[in-house]
């Protein structure tokens, strides 16, 4: 039953042999790094404030500002939304500053709090800086291939982030098309909407530089004796994330482009002919296609969904691991299905569109996809199931998050079904039902396994412990009010209530059996924000006032970023001495010797292995 | 930089390559993909149109059939060869640096460089003279995709001729101040920023037909 990767097969062995070529080429190198030995001491004087926190090449630190970057602007959209559910429990109500939300401000904020979440909260959270920090780390490498390039692709995300903030503040407000931004509306909306648009285009340029880096980084930096199959889960999910975001990304860049064209040259790309509006016809050619946009659109977004929850995925196996005190069951099996998966979705873009009257057989084609597509997912996320299997569990704080995370996200995926199927999808789209399942997807999802990351890696970063208790009030609290938030959306999408309603459906007399859960869902996110609170005081004051790490290794772990690497690593360059890799990522319980784990890089036992390999040669 | 990140000039073993050749041939993987999106929404427009170019031949009041009625053919051409002859110079740049002469390739960059200068004012010519007679991105679809194609690819030969202006003259320093790794370097660093030429170069060869042929 048990497929678990040990270090004493022969095609392991025959690995090993394989390393010795990185090895050779080590005094080579170090001829190159003397060359610059003389550079190399001028710099190691102290840095001013500029370079070292804002202008830095270090991905660590460039991990942190993508990081508390990210978590400011999540708590933003979140803010966003805590107003939208404000007016959605009592249409008109008044908010306090505020005033009563008018329709218009009531877009604004549906169409940023998507644009947020998505760019500029977790993709950024979960490639940008756990990837940055931890990616390096785990393949033993000194930092990212590019350093100065991933310093720009920050700045790219920071100004990014400052012009989509800026578009609140233009004449009638931010974008207010929805994060789809689907034209022809968009391309006849005000000027939030060009900001929108340039603000994307910085976003979109800031996740290429980052995805060439990355994959640059994971092919060409990892240590002697890293092999692809003894990369940690984590890197591969990762890996494959950058590779999405390199080919699906360029597509909305183009749409993007053509969109612009559309509001500032006065093209039509996406406008057909004929169009009339509240202003009379519009005086434009003609001739372009709102269904255009869709497809770009959605040939990128699609992927993106993956974007959002591999490197989720990847934080969950991590701490499973470490905490079940045993190899992932089915590693390669998983590594195999994460591929597979990042190939299918960039073939299952429209199964969004089934309304648009694509005709049948390209819906059946873009079902059939669909289908397949869950395959990968679910063998990923089955295997994480059966890793808890005979495992010792440390309830760790971010256990809780990642174990919070496998139900969670079975409930996104399985909610996906319908709505991968034209019969089901057809009375479903556009409702309630649609929100509740990928928010089931990404917020209870993804942002649970987040949060997972933060408890695991914070004492990497900082040196110093969070607090259990409250990390285990923010676990509870986070579980069940997220699911207060969203599973009702469910049923009052198969009720038939429409999503981006002004009034909740207030005014349509099917929703009012359902309409009563408003009151429910609003109150559950305003005690999801209450259930924040202990997080983000104990982020803080964990900095400061947090226990202190005993050892370097804090929590007992076999990868790299643990055991090879002081705690926390030192400053440009992570490692005392650059590691060599001798085994595979998660040799937890192994069942020779007494060791509870042996980490990556320590090397085995002189005379054994030796003879064996000496024999195999 | 403060650290020495490995294989930033010889090639990892068992990859083959360097860092930044891997790194370009990625960023090219993604402007395909750019490309390949502006190509396919020019398909899907075109298909969806009801006459290709839809429009009168210029000071006449014939619909013109081709795309060759209203768009300069010749100029075009012209422009193909002197990318062509760019990509050319380029190589042969690269290749003085590999046979250690300096002055052979800041001609040859030079060269490479002008003709991309001539390309764009080529290009400005063709543009004018369509402003000339009154016709925008805003006239029609394919009008639209005519300047918006070929404008992004523009924005390209720019974005080139920015980089290889700075290998050309500041970029120098690398050679003429350093050792024989830094050289190593700068001869790397032409071969990356002749790929993306090269490109650039390849993205006309196919705008070419595509708008003013077919």
């Given at each position: 039953m048990e497929e678990s990767p040990q270090g004493s097969t022969p095609q392991d062995q025959h690995q090993t042999n394989g390393e010795q070529q990185p090895l050779d080429e080590a005094p080579e190198a170090h001829a190159v790094e003397h060359a610059h030995d003389d550079h190399h001491h001028d710099h190691h004087h102290e840095e001013g404030f500029w370079r070292k926190y804002w202008f830095s090449t270090d991905h660590k630190v460039i991990g942190i500002q993508y990081g508390i970057t990210a978590l400011f602007f999540l708590f933003f959209g979140f803010c966003l939304m805590l107003l939208m559910r404000w007016q959605l429990a009592s249409p008109g109500a008044t908010i306090p500053i505020l005033g009563a939300l008018t329709p218009e401000l009531y877009n604004q904020f549906g169409a940023m709090h998507g644009t947020i979440m998505v760019f500029m909260g977790i993709v950024p959270l979960a490639v940008g800086?756990?990837?940055?920090?931890?990616?390096?780390?785990?393949?033993?490498?000194?930092?990212?291939?590019?350093?100065?390039?991933?310093?720009?692709?920050?700045?790219?995300?920071?100004?990014?982030?400052?012009?989509?903030?800026?578009?609140?503040?233009?004449?009638?407000?931010?974008?207010?098309?929805?994060?789809?931004?689907?034209?022809?509306?968009?391309?006849?909306?005000?000027?939030?909407?060009?900001?929108?648009?340039?603000?994307?285009?910085?976003?979109?340029?800031?996740?290429?530089?980052?995805?060439?880096?990355?994959?640059?980084?994971?092919?060409?930096?990892?240590?002697?004796?890293?092999?692809?199959?003894?990369?940690?889960?984590?890197?591969?999910?990762?890996?494959?994330?950058?590779?999405?975001?390199?080919?699906?990304?360029?597509?909305?860049?183009?749409?993007?482009f053509l969109q612009l064209a559309d509001r500032l040259l006065g093209t039509s790309f996406f406008l057909p002919s004929g169009l009339v509006t509240a202003d009379g016809p519009l005086e434009v050619a003609g001739g372009g296609s709102p269904l255009l946009w869709q497809h770009l659109f959605w040939f990128l977004a699609h992927p993106e969904v993956y974007v959002l929850i591999l490197p989720a995925m990847g934080i969950v196996a991590e701490i499973i691991a470490n905490n079940t005190r045993k190899p992932l069951w089915g590693y390669k099996l998983m590594v195999y299905s994460v591929i597979f998966l990042g190939f299918m979705s960039f073939i299952v873009w429209a199964h969004h569109m089934f309304i648009t009257g694509m005709g049948t057989a390209i819906s059946a084609f873009f079902q059939v996809t669909t289908m397949i597509i869950s395959i990968p997912s679910v063998i990923i996320l089955s295997a994480l199931f059966i890793s808890l299997w005979g495992g010792s569990i440390r309830f760790t704080v971010p256990m809780l998050f990642a174990l919070g995370f496998l139900p969670m996200f079975g409930i996104g995926g399985l909610t996906g079904l319908p709505l991968g199927l034209a019969p089901t999808d057809i009375p479903l789209h556009d409702t309630y039902y649609v929100i509740g399942h990928f928010h089931y997807v990404v917020a209870p999802g993804t942002i649970l396994a987040l949060f997972a990351g933060v408890?695991?890696?914070?004492?990497?970063?900082?040196?110093?412990?969070?607090?259990?208790?409250?990390?285990?009030?923010?676990?509870?609290?986070?579980?069940?009010?997220?699911?207060?938030?969203?599973?009702?959306?469910?049923?009052?999408?198969?009720?038939?209530?429409?999503?981006?309603?002004?009034?909740?459906?207030?005014?349509?007399?099917?929703?009012?059996?359902?309409?009563?859960?408003?009151?429910?869902?609003?109150?559950?996110?305003?005690?999801?924000?209450?259930?924040?609170?202990?997080?983000?005081?104990?982020?803080?004051?964990?900095l400061k006032k947090g226990k202190k790490v005993e050892k370097d290794n804090h929590w007992d772990a076999t990868t790299l970023e643990w055991s090879a690497t002081p705690t926390p690593p030192v400053p440009h360059g992570n490692f005392i001495h650059v590691p060599s890799v001798y085994r595979d990522p998660y040799e937890y319980s192994p069942p020779t010797g007494g060791r509870e784990f042996i980490p990556q890089d320590e090397p085995p036992p002189k005379e054994t292995e030796t003879e064996t390999i000496e024999a195999d040669a | 930089m403060d650290l020495q990140i490995p294989y930033e000039v010889i090639p990892r073993r068992d990859t083959g390559v360097n860092n930044a050749k891997l790194g370009i041939w990625l960023f090219l993987a993604s402007e395909v993909m750019l490309f390949g999106g502006l190509f396919a929404a020019y398909i899907f427009l075109r298909m969806g149109a009801e006459a290709w170019p839809g429009m009168m031949i210029p000071d006449t009041t014939t619909m013109a059939e081709r795309a060759d009625q209203v768009l300069s053919v010749p100029l075009a051409t012209l422009n193909t060869m002197i990318l062509i002859a760019s990509s050319v110079t380029m190589v042969m740049s690269w290749a003085s640096l590999k046979l250690n002469d300096f002055k052979k390739y800041k001609l040859y960059m030079g060269l490479t460089i002008l003709l991309a200068f001539g390309f764009l004012i080529v290009k400005a010519f063709e543009y004018g003279s369509k402003f000339g007679h009154d016709l925008f991105p805003s006239t029609n679809m394919f009008l639209a995709v005519y300047f918006v194609l070929t404008g992004l690819h523009a924005i390209h030969v720019t974005g080139g001729i920015i980089v290889n202006a700075y290998f050309w003259g500041p970029g120098t320093k690398m050679w003429t101040q350093g050792n024989d790794h830094d050289k190593a370097h700068f001869t790397n660093r032409i071969e990356v920023a002749g790929l993306y030429w090269h490109f650039v170069d390849l993205v006309w060869i196919f705008l070419f037909p595509t708008i003013y042929l077919l």
């Open positions: 800086a756990f990837g940055n920090y931890v990616v390096p780390l785990q393949i033993g490498a000194i930092d990212m291939a590019f350093p100065r390039l991933n310093m720009a692709s920050y700045h790219f995300f920071f100004w990014g982030g400052i012009v989509m903030m800026a578009s609140f503040f233009v004449p009638e407000g931010a974008a207010k098309a929805g994060w789809t931004s689907y034209p022809p509306l968009a391309d006849i909306e005000t000027m939030g909407q060009t900001m929108w648009l340039f603000g994307m285009v910085l976003l979109i340029t800031s996740s290429l530089l980052g995805a060439i880096n990355f994959i640059t980084t994971i092919i060409q930096l990892r240590a002697d004796g890293m092999t692809f199959f003894r990369m940690p889960f984590f890197v591969w999910a990762q890996f494959i994330t950058a590779f999405l975001l390199l080919l699906a990304f360029p597509p909305l860049e183009a749409a993007g408890y695991y890696w914070y004492p990497k970063v900082t040196g110093r412990e969070m607090n259990d208790l409250l990390g285990k009030i923010h676990f509870w609290g986070s579980l069940i009010f997220m699911n207060g938030v969203f599973f009702p959306m469910l049923i009052q999408g198969m009720a038939g209530v429409s999503r981006r309603l002004f009034d909740g459906g207030l005014t349509y007399s099917f929703s009012e059996p359902v309409f009563h859960y408003n009151s429910f869902m609003s109150i559950s996110a305003f005690l999801l924000a209450v259930a924040q609170i202990p997080f983000i005081i104990n982020f803080f004051w964990s | -």
